[in-house]
T-cell receptor, first 115, second 111 residues
Framework: DAGVIQSPRHEVTEMGQEVTLRCKPI?????LFWYRQTMMRGLELLIY????????DSGMPEDRFSAKMPNASFSTLKIQPSEPRDSAVYFC?????????????FGPGTRLTVL | DAKTTQPNSMESNEEEPVHLPCNHS???????IHWYRQLPSQGPEYVIH???SNVNNRMASLAIAEDRKSSTLILHRATLRDAAVYYC????????????FGKGTRLHILP
């Protein structure tokens, strides 16, 4: 199994540009999670989906952030317009059934730098 | 959400056992105790979880106090590759699948 796949691995962009991060969860997993990690705030949950439906987006920082999951094998996190304070590592994770006992499997992350 | 308290950092010598403590005095009866770790420049990875009884797997052991107000992650023979941030997390089995990460314990392994 390839695990959770994220692309790109690194993204450098200028303030004001649109950024799209992509995630392919593990096949057969029904829950998908987006996290952001910074030195100041640690690992934060942004949003998660169950069966392609957003369940909790209370962690999304503001309207500039949006996430979609058009099908079970693909999700995007979009930032428009991007700002320097969005610079962080963004992780995608998936789990089997959305239960508290389930293991979450994390991707390698996308390191975003907004200049 | 029930909170956990972990030391900010710990050191251990290579090839010796490591005991990573976690306090969770406000744990509820439906909370699982999970441990994840994050190696440098990688995403977090699952280590182990338990509810009431001690648990063993190929990576580690989890010792849970009888009153469940604390637990200890045990690495039986630490290697340099075990240097990571270790997160102790409570997850309520009666609720949804969210993981709320704290600051964790940064484990340094000395050669």
């Amino acid at each position: 199994d390839a695990g959770v796949i994220q692309s790109p691995r690194h993204e450098v962009t200028e303030m004001g540009q649109e950024v799209t991060l992509r995630c392919k969860p593990i096949s057969g997993h029904n829950s998908l999670f987006w996290y952001r990690q910074t030195m100041m705030r640690g690992l934060e949950l942004l949003i998660y989906f169950n069966n392609n439906v957003p369940i909790d987006d209370s962690g999304m920082p503001e309207d500039r952030f949006s996430a979609k999951m058009p099908n079970a094998s693909f999700s995007t996190l979009k930032i428009q317009p991007s700002e320097p304070r969005d610079s962080a590592v963004y992780f995608c994770a998936s789990s089997l059934a959305g239960l508290a006992s389930d293991t979450q499997y994390f991707g390698p992350g996308t390191r975003l730098t907004v200049l | 959400d029930a909170k956990t308290t972990q030391p900010n950092s710990m050191e251990s010598n290579e090839e010796e056992p490591v005991h990573l403590p976690c306090n969770h005095s406000t744990i509820s009866g439906t909370d699982y105790i999970h441990w994840y770790r994050q190696l440098p420049s990688q995403g977090p990875e699952y280590v182990i979880h338990g509810l009431t009884s001690n648990v063993n797997n190929r990576m580690a052991s989890l010792a849970i106090a009888e009153d469940r107000k604390s637990s200890t992650l045990i690495l039986h023979r630490a290697t340099l590759r075990d240097a990571a941030v270790y997160y102790c997390i409570l997850r309520d089995r009666g609720r949804d699948d969210k993981i709320i990460f704290g600051k964790g314990t940064r484990l340094h392994i000395l050669p």
